[in-house]
């Protein structure tokens, strides 16, 4: 692993920085009711600021109650005050209008807030402790059928926002080879196999997946008319017993093996070789934070690691490229090609077995 990070902030900062992380969970809540509650709209529609008067009676609050998400928006740099008046930041701006901020923040609250108070047992246990919250399951992947509606929502719009970016750019490098045969793993709602089948007249597709996940996949399927063409098998994915169907052009895996341990990985890359015709593909998509090219990216792909270890299963993580790379040589495949800067932040490995 190359060198990351820092130390070179004065005393002062860093004392400023650490008191802003021990407040926040409280500032989130803050910024989260200032767009909730209309505040950062109301703000962004006048452009000579508004007065707390104003401001609650716009968002029919209390004046105590804007006062406070007001002066607290001052240090999380959502406003500022000129002349007793309140203006939106740049900042606020982005967290009022920015789609994958606020599909970011809706993750971070209803999916993980309350459960992250177990963060800590989490990693003693090895276990996804923050998930009792919801019930008794064992990974999230088992619960999300029965999730509450709005956990579910936001916890798709998250998965989704990021990989469903990238199909318009991927879809034209899997079709090269004209491959008449995909297989889909860990298939979700069915929007990668939907998409092949818009693209290509002549493709068929099979969907791994659970049984809960599939029905979601199924409703969609039907939806755009495509029964005939795609079909769904459910495995237990985590069973290392159960091979693969076999005879496939390509195996396709987006944003899912990073839902896995180390462990779990090599079994699942092995099954997708053993999948392969003589001259067929595997192609992982993921996003790897070694691989961004921003210092967010970075930082949101840190917070989704500690969301799985917390919430989804316990032990996986957002990996470094070269633990994938490690692992794809030893499940007895190469990456025969690396495409970085795919859709927001993704990495297309395109895999071949080993002769």
């Known amino acids: 692993m190359n060198d990351y990070g820092s130390d070179s902030k004065s005393a002062k900062q860093a004392k400023t920085d650490a008191q802003k992380i021990a407040f ?26 508004l007065t707390v008067e104003q401001v609650a009676k716009q968002c029919n609050i209390s004046v105590y109650g804007a006062k406070v998400l007001l002066e607290a928006g001052i240090s999380i740099e959502l406003v500022y005050v000129k002349n007793n008046r309140f203006f939106i930041t740049k900042t606020g701006w982005i967290l009022l209008n920015d789609n994958m901020t606020n599909v970011n923040m809706d993750f971070t609250n209803d999916v993980n807030y309350l459960g992250f108070f177990n963060l800590e047992e989490s990693i003693k246990n090895e276990k996804p402790e923050g998930l009792k919250v919801f019930g008794e399951w064992n990974t999230v992947y088992e619960a999300l ?11 798709f719009k998250f998965n989704h926002s990021y990989s469903d970016i990238a199909f318009s750019e991927v879809l034209p490098l ?6 008449k045969k995909i297989l889909d793993v860990g298939g979700n709602t069915g929007k990668f196999s939907i998409n092949c089948c818009n693209y290509n007249e002549d493709v068929n597709v099979s969907i791994l997946d659970l049984p809960g996940q599939l029905e979601k996949a199924y409703k969609n399927i039907e939806m755009h008319g495509f029964e005939k063409r795609i079909n769904g098998q459910p495995v237990n994915l985590l069973d290392s017993s159960k091979p693969f169907p076999k005879g496939y052009d390509v195996v396709w895996m987006s944003q899912f093996l990073d839902c896995f341990s180390q462990e779990d990985i090599l079994h699942l890359i092995s099954r997708a070789c053993d999948a392969l015709n003589n001259d067929g593909s595997l192609y992982i998509l993921e996003t790897y934070w070694d691989k961004q090219k921003f210092d967010a990216s970075m930082y949101s792909l840190h917070a989704t690691s500690l969301y799985f270890t917390c919430i989804a299963n316990g032990c996986s993580q957002m990996y470094h490229s070269d633990d994938m790379y490690k692992l794809v040589e030893k499940a007895g495949m190469y990456v025969e090609k690396t495409i970085d800067n795919i859709g927001i932040s993704h990495t297309l490995f395109i895999c071949k077995p080993q002769k």
């Open 24 to 49: 926040a969970p409280i500032m989130f809540q803050a910024a989260r009711a200032m767009r909730n509650l209309g505040i950062l709209n109301a703000l962004d529609q006048e452009n000579k600021g």
């Open 145 to 155: 059928s029965e999730l509450p509606e709005k956990v579910q929502e936001s916890w």
């Open 174 to 179: 899997i079709f090269e080879n004209k491959p």
